[in-house]
DNA sequence: CGTCTATTTGAATGTACTCAAAAGCGGTGG
DNA sequence: CCACCGCTTTTGAGTACATTCAAATAGACG
């Protein structure tokens, strides 16, 4: 396995916690390596996720289909985040996520297997994924928030401010999907600024 | 402090972690009791929120106030629930939500400190507390998506399914609130079903 | 009983959507 | 290297879901 994407997720992990050459090892044993080409999907609708991502290079996008066949991005996950569909990963049932790649990706990937078997043999991996929940939690909670009480406008500002890097790198019509209107609307709107 | 509150919290405790008796008063041991009147605010916009609630009796409601004046419900929280403004709490950064009271309610409250004292002591908690962050996250995705790819009337609907104890106890405005429309169109929506 | 708040109802308005079509852009193959 | 194809973005007209404002009614609490 590569050492430059070892050291990306070792560096990702110590901004929470702290491991010693050993748990470093027994860490980085439990990964393995994929890759994606753009466009090429991870999970799809009625998966059982079992594994989660941390992305190395290139993008990933969560995404949902609802009944009238219009895609809901989710989340993103640029280089150096997680990603997984949460509800199926923890509850082992068929999920209603998509994970595709917006570009060729690489990630890895630790199954859920091992990462119970984590948090038995280097139990601060408990903390470290308590802390990494507990910030994505609060960001959803904004998000919902922001939602609830701003037009679409505001939200679409709020987005470029917190993700600077990821609107040159994305289709407008992701960025619609994501603040929740329309590619069509999301242009008018784009215009009127 | 009373029995039948402790028990409470220890049995939702025990929903994911097996304590010993002597961790069972380390934990307990931590707690304090709050009272909290109808309308009466434990939590109010721009607070440092340093504790986390456990509702015992009565229920909670969690807002925001837009730039409008308009208020959104974040979440509720009835007995048996844990509630705190969790960007705040994570961040000691003053919070923007509101947290008071629907009706008379008991909590008990266990300080950020003591939070992460408990996590040096008693290490299962990380797990309980990764498990709830868990939860609640996978909740919020999914109140996310419902929001952006279902009508309103839809949103009502799982809002009754998911929480029928909870449709008869608030009143109706909080539930529009929650799900994220005016009391007027709740009303009007409610008659044409 | 009276006051305060919650709910209902109605009319006018607005934000965002649908549908349709044109224009732009990027990649691929001849 | 250019032509074509598919996909994204733009533009426009008509529509719909939900809001605002206002006022009447109903409930709840002291």
């Given at each position: 396995m590569d050492k430059p994407q070892l050291d990306l997720i070792l560096n990702n992990v110590s901004k929470h916690i702290t491991l010693t050459p050993a748990e470093k090892d027994i860490f980085t044993g439990m990964l393995q390596t994929k890759q994606l080409k753009?466009?090429?999907?991870?999970?799809a609708y009625g998966d059982v996720c079992r594994h989660?991502?941390?992305v190395t290079s290139g993008c990933l996008r969560g995404y949902t289909v609802?009944?009238?066949?219009?895609?809901?991005?989710?989340?993103?996950?640029?280089?150096?985040?997680?990603?997984?569909?949460?509800?199926?990963?923890?509850?082992?049932?068929?999920?209603?996520?998509?994970?595709?790649?917006?570009?060729?990706?690489?990630?890895?990937?630790?199954?859920?297997?091992?990462?119970?078997?984590?948090?038995?043999?280097?139990?601060?991996?408990?903390?470290?994924?308590?802390?990494?929940?507990?910030?994505?939690?609060v960001a959803y909670q904004q998000r919902l928030i922001d939602n609830l009480s701003l037009p679409a406008s505001e939200r679409y500002a709020r987005f470029c401010k917190r993700y600077p890097t990821l609107i040159h790198q994305l289709p407008q019509k992701q960025i619609a999907s994501y603040i929740g209107v329309t590619p069509e609307f999301f242009s008018k709107m784009r215009k009127s600024l």
């Amino acid at each position: 396995m590569d050492k430059p994407q070892l050291d990306l997720i070792l560096n990702n992990v110590s901004k929470h916690i702290t491991l010693t050459p050993a748990e470093k090892d027994i860490f980085t044993g439990m990964l393995q390596t994929k890759q994606l080409k753009r466009k090429q999907h991870w999970v799809a609708y009625g998966d059982v996720c079992r594994h989660s991502a941390f992305v190395t290079s290139g993008c990933l996008r969560g995404y949902t289909v609802d009944q009238n066949g219009i895609e809901h991005v989710l989340s993103f996950a640029p280089v150096d985040w997680w990603m997984a569909d949460m509800y199926s990963l923890l509850s082992h049932q068929p999920g209603q996520l998509n994970i595709e790649a917006l570009e060729d990706t690489e990630m890895l990937l630790l199954s859920k297997a091992n990462q119970e078997e984590l948090y038995q043999t280097v139990p601060k991996f408990e903390r470290f994924f308590r802390i990494l929940a507990e910030k994505s939690l609060v960001a959803y909670q904004q998000r919902l928030i922001d939602n609830l009480s701003l037009p679409a406008s505001e939200r679409y500002a709020r987005f470029c401010k917190r993700y600077p890097t990821l609107i040159h790198q994305l289709p407008q019509k992701q960025i619609a999907s994501y603040i929740g209107v329309t590619p069509e609307f999301f242009s008018k709107m784009r215009k009127s600024l």
